[in-house]
C-alpha cells in the first residue's frame, strides 16, 4: 500500500528541504528507491503529493520532478532486458499490492468482458477474453520493484503488448499510452516503453489464469517500471498524443517511474 507520510511547515527555506529530503531517504524502507532518484525531484515521489503549502516550494520540486521524467527517458534503453529468474527464485506468495485493502479487489465478469480500445488506432473493435488468449503469449519471471523499497519475483504469462499494438493498428509513433481500470485506477506510459519486448498484456501468473487479487481480467506487466505503472484490471487502452497523466502521477509522483 502507497501511504503518504511526509509532513513540512508552510514555511520553508532550501536548506530545510534538504535536511527533510535526507532524513526521508535515509529510512530503510526507501533507500533502494533512493538509488533509482536522479535528483531531488525524487522527494515529491517519496511523498506521494504536495509537501508544503508554499507554492514556490512546490512548483519548484514539480519542475524537478519533471526534469525526472525527461532525464529516465533519456536514458531508457527500449533494448534492453530487465533480469530474468527462476522458478526456485519466485516471492511465494505473491504480495498484494494496491491504493485499497484485498477485500475491495474488483470483482469483473470475464463472460462478457472487452476490453476497449481507442484513439489513435485503425482498428477500434473491442477485444474479449477468449480473443486476447488466443493470441500469441509469452512468459517472464521478473521482479516486481514497488516505490516503497520492496520487491518481490513473480511469473507472469500474457501477450507481448507490441505485438497487440501491431495488432490493432496503432500508430507507433504516438507519444503515450492510456490505461483505465475496473478499480478506478488509470495510469500511461511512453511509446518506446510499451514496444519495450518485456512489456506484456498479462492474462496468467504462475501457469493459471490471472487471480483477481493480481488484477483480472488483465494487467500491464513492465519490469522496466515501478510497481504503480503497472495497471491491473485493465479495461480500455488508449494510444493518444495527449498526455494523460496517472492516479498516482496526477499527485506528484514521477510520470516516467522507471526502474
Not at 470483482?107 to 477500434?124: F, H, M, P, T
Not at 489464469?209 to 480500455?236: C, D, E, Q, W
Request: proline share 7%.
Amino acid at each position: 500500500m502507497i501511504k503518504k507520510s511526509l509532513l513540512i511547515p508552510s514555511q520553508l527555506d532550501t536548506e530545510s528541504i534538504l535536511k527533510d529530503a535526507r532524513r526521508e531517504l535515509a529510512l530503510p524502507s526507501r533507500r533502494l528507491f533512493a538509488k533509482r532518484a536522479l535528483t531531488l525531484g525524487g522527494l515529491s515521489l517519496l511523498t506521494g503529493c504536495n509537501i508544503t503549502d508554499q507554492a514556490s516550494v512546490n512548483h519548484m520540486l514539480e519542475r524537478i520532478s519533471r526534469m525526472n521524467d525527461g532525464v529516465q527517458a533519456w536514458l531508457f534503453d527500449p533494448t534492453r532486458l530487465a533480469p530474468t529468474y527462476t522458478q526456485a527464485e519466485m516471492t511465494r506468495p505473491f504480495p498484494f499490492n494496491a491504493f485499497y485493502g484485498i477485500d475491495e479487489v474488483p470483482e469483473i465478469d470475464g463472460s462478457d468482458y472487452q476490453l476497449e480500445i481507442k484513439g489513435l488506432v485503425a482498428n477500434k473493435r473491442p477485444w474479449t477474453l477468449d480473443q486476447l488468449h488466443k493470441l500469441p503469449q509469452n512468459e517472464q519471471i521478473t521482479r516486481h520493484i514497488c516505490v516503497e523499497g520492496w520487491s518481490a519475483i513473480g511469473r507472469w504469462g500474457g501477450v507481448p503488448f507490441s505485438y497487440f499494438l501491431k495488432q490493432i493498428g496503432a500508430d507507433l509513433s504516438a507519444k503515450y499510452i492510456d490505461f483505465q481500470c475496473g478499480d478506478d485506477y488509470h495510469t500511461s506510459i511512453d511509446m518506446p516503453t510499451a514496444l519495450h519486448p518485456q512489456t506484456q498484456l498479462t492474462l496468467t501468473y504462475d501457469g493459471e489464469i490471472l487471480p483477481a487479487k493480481y488484477g483480472f481480467p488483465m494487467k500491464l506487466r513492465m519490469p522496466t517500471k515501478l510497481g504503480y505503472k503497472n495497471p491491473k484490471h485493465i479495461v480500455s487502452i488508449e494510444v493518444t498524443n495527449k498526455y494523460p497523466g496517472g492516479y498516482w502521477e496526477d499527485q506528484g509522483y514521477n510520470w516516467f517511474g522507471g526502474s
